[in-house]
């Protein structure tokens, strides 16, 4: 069974920062993808980057980056000069491709941007 | 990325009465899915839904309570039966890209944010 382990409930950061949100997966299909969402105070689910499995390199997208290490099952996601308006929590997300695998969601990180 | 809207965007309803929530996506998509947000909790996967087919439930969840229509490719609809308090969540829509040879991007609607009294 796939799972996703977020270990940090709650971030701070000042604005302008970089920032890493932890992410840790388990699963024993070696084809997969992995999910960053950002969901603000509005409720709203804010598809941010991806990554497969397969994937030679690192995804990014903008400020977004993914810090991908497969052998040790870890999908970190690095925002680099934060702000403000990043304040809201960050949710992993991982699924599995073998078959049809439902999009399994991480616990969550709160994080915040201070001034 | 897929333009995904949902309806109401928020309400409070009483105990006992049910609530439909409508979802449409500005392109055909194959699949789409209910996911529920408790208070404070992450997202949970309800149901999938294919047009054409009966949608298919996860562990914990059935059709009486959460019926689900998907009468065509951009649109499909989640009514919370019988509501009770805890019943109190967001609901949010969600579909695939429709091109698998280019991504797994999946996407999400706006949500429905649900009060029971």
């Known amino acids: 069974a796939q799972k996703i382990t977020q270990t940090q409930p709650g971030m701070f950061v000042q604005e302008k920062e970089a920032v890493t949100l932890d992410c840790t997966y388990d699963?024993?299909?070696?084809?997969?993808?992995l999910f960053w969402y950002k969901q603000p105070s509005s409720g709203e689910m804010i598809f941010l980057i991806y990554q497969g499995s397969y994937d030679q390199q690192n995804a990014t997208e903008g400020r977004y980056s993914l810090n991908f290490q497969k052998a040790r099952k870890s999908a970190n996601l690095v925002i680099s000069a934060s702000q403000l308006g990043d304040s809201a929590m960050y949710f992993c997300?991982?699924?599995?491709?073998?078959?049809?695998?439902?999009?399994?969601f991480g616990t969550g990180t709160r994080l915040l941007v201070s001034p | 990325s897929a333009v995904i809207s949902q309806k109401p965007s928020r309400d409070i309803c009483q105990r006992g009465t049910s609530l439909t929530i409508q979802c449409q996506v500005d392109s055909q998509v194959t699949m789409m899915f209910w996911y529920r947000q408790q208070p404070g909790q992450s997202l949970t996967l309800i149901a999938t839904?294919?047009?054409?087919?009966?949608?298919?439930?996860e562990s914990g969840f059935v059709i009486d309570k959460f019926p689900i229509s998907r009468p065509n490719l951009t649109f499909s609809t989640l009514t919370v039966s019988n509501m009770s308090p805890e019943d109190s969540s967001i609901y949010l829509c969600?579909?695939?890209?429709?091109?698998?040879?280019?991504?797994?991007?999946?996407?999400f609607g706006p949500g429905t944010r649900l009060t029971v009294t």
């Open positions: 969600s579909v695939e890209n429709s091109d698998r040879q280019v991504s797994y991007e999946q996407y």
């Open positions: 699963t024993s299909d070696p084809s997969y993808g």
């Open positions: 839904a294919n047009q054409g087919s009966e949608a298919t439930y």
């Open positions: 997300a991982m699924r599995e491709r073998t078959g049809f695998q439902k999009l399994v």
